[in-house]
C-alpha cells in the first residue's frame, strides 16, 4: 500500500479507502463486510468511511464492530452528517442542533471516542455557511472531529466557507468527496484546480462508475443477475452502447498492461496528485484484493493518450 498527505494537512491515507455505502448494514451480509474490512486492513489499507445515513446508523455500527479489534492511532476513520435521521424539523441539515446531536449518535454507534474526517455531506442552503463552519470548529476544538470535509459542494460554496473560516479564524476544510471516474470528469474544470489553490485534497467516490469499470457489464451480454445493475441501486443511463463500447477498447487496453480493467481505472484516477484515496466498496475480500492491486501501477503517457482517445470518442 502507498498513503498520500491529504491536502495540506499531515494526515495520511492509503490510496485505496474503502466505504460502506449502500453495503454494510444492509443488502451485504455482516460476516462478509466484516471479512472485506479485515482483507482491507490487512493489505495496508488506513482509511475507512462510512455515514450516519447509511442504513439509518446500521452501517457505522457494523465498521465500527468490525475495527474495534484494531489500534485506534492505526486506521482513519470518517463518516457524514447532513440528512434525514428521523421525522423532526430539526433531524436533518448542517444546523449546530443537528450536527452537535448527529457527531455525538455517530460516535456512539462506531464506539470511538473522536472521528478522524467529518463530512457535510452536502451543501445545506437552508442553514447559514457560519453557523455551519462554527460548530465543526466547536467539535474540532471538544476533541471529536480531527479534521472537517465536505461532498459534492460547489467550488463557490467551498470558496465561501474557506473566506469565513480566515474571517473568524475557524478549522478550515481539508478534504472534499466528490463523484470521480473515467465517466464523470467534472472535478477536473474547477474543483481539483480550487483544492489545489486553497489546500484541500479529494477522496473520490464511484470511481468504477457503479461496476461499470469492473468489466462484468459487456456488449452485447445479459446483464448479471447478482450484480447491482440488476438491482434498484442503478442509474440506467450508464448501460447505454456507447459506454459499453468504450469499456471493450478499455478492456483491451487493460489486457495488454496485464492488469484488471477495475485497476486501470483506478490508477487512471490516481495519476491525479491532488486525489488523496479511492473510495472503493467491497461485498467480499476477492474486491478489495483487486482494488488494492491498482496501488503503484504507473501508467505512461501512451497509454494515458489512448484511454483519452477512447473517453472523447
Not at 491515507?13 to 466505504?19: D, N, P, T
Not at 484488471?260 to 484484493?289: F, H, M, T, Y
Request: charged share 25%; with cysteine; net charge negative.
Amino acid at each position: 500500500m502507498q498513503y498520500r498527505k491529504l491536502g495540506n494537512s499531515g494526515l495520511k491515507v492509503s490510496e485505496i479507502s474503502l466505504g460502506s455505502w449502500l453495503t454494510y448494514g444492509g443488502y451485504v451480509a455482516e460476516d462478509h463486510a466484516v471479512r472485506s474490512i479485515e482483507q482491507a486492513y490487512a493489505l495496508g489499507v488506513n482509511f475507512f468511511d462510512t455515514a450516519n445515513m447509511y442504513e439509518r446508523g446500521e452501517a457505522e455500527k457494523v465498521m465500527g464492530k468490525a475495527l474495534a479489534s484494531y489500534p485506534r492511532e492505526s486506521y482513519v476513520l470518517a463518516t457524514k452528517v447532513f440528512n434525514k435521521m428521523g421525522d423532526g424539523p430539526n433531524d436533518r441539515g448542517l444546523s449546530r442542533k443537528h450536527i452537535m446531536e448527529q457527531c455525538d449518535a455517530s460516535l456512539k454507534r462506531l464506539g470511538a471516542d473522536y472521528i478522524d474526517i467529518y463530512y457535510c455531506h452536502r451543501y445545506d442552503p437552508e442553514t447559514p455557511l457560519e453557523e455551519t463552519m462554527r460548530a465543526l470548529d466547536d467539535l474540532v476544538t471538544q476533541g471529536k472531529v480531527l479534521y472537517i470535509g465536505v461532498s459534492e459542494w460547489t467550488p463557490a460554496q467551498i470558496v465561501e466557507a474557506y473566506a469565513i473560516a480566515d474571517k473568524l479564524l475557524l478549522d478550515k476544510i481539508i478534504v472534499n468527496q466528490p463523484v470521480y471516474n473515467m465517466f464523470n470528469r467534472y472535478i477536473e474544470k474547477e474543483i481539483i484546480p480550487v483544492g489545489k489553490a486553497k489546500g484541500f485534497g479529494q477522496v473520490v467516490f464511484s470511481p468504477l462508475a457503479q461496476g461499470l469499470l469492473t468489466g462484468k457489464y459487456r456488449l452485447g451480454q445479459p446483464i448479471p443477475q447478482d450484480s447491482r445493475a440488476a438491482s434498484k441501486n442503478w442509474d440506467e443511463k450508464r448501460l447505454n452502447e456507447k459506454s459499453l463500447q468504450q469499456v471493450e477498447r478499455l478492456s483491451a487496453i487493460a489486457d495488454e498492461l496485464g492488469v484488471k480493467l477495475s485497476q486501470l481505472a483506478i490508477a487512471w484516477i490516481l495519476r491525479q496528485d491532488n486525489v488523496a484515496s479511492a473510495l472503493v466498496g467491497a461485498s467480499r475480500p476477492e474486491q478489495v484484493v483487486e482494488n488494492c492491486g491498482a496501488v503503484g501501477l504507473k501508467l505512461s503517457g501512451d497509454v494515458l493518450n489512448a484511454i483519452e482517445d477512447i473517453l472523447q470518442s
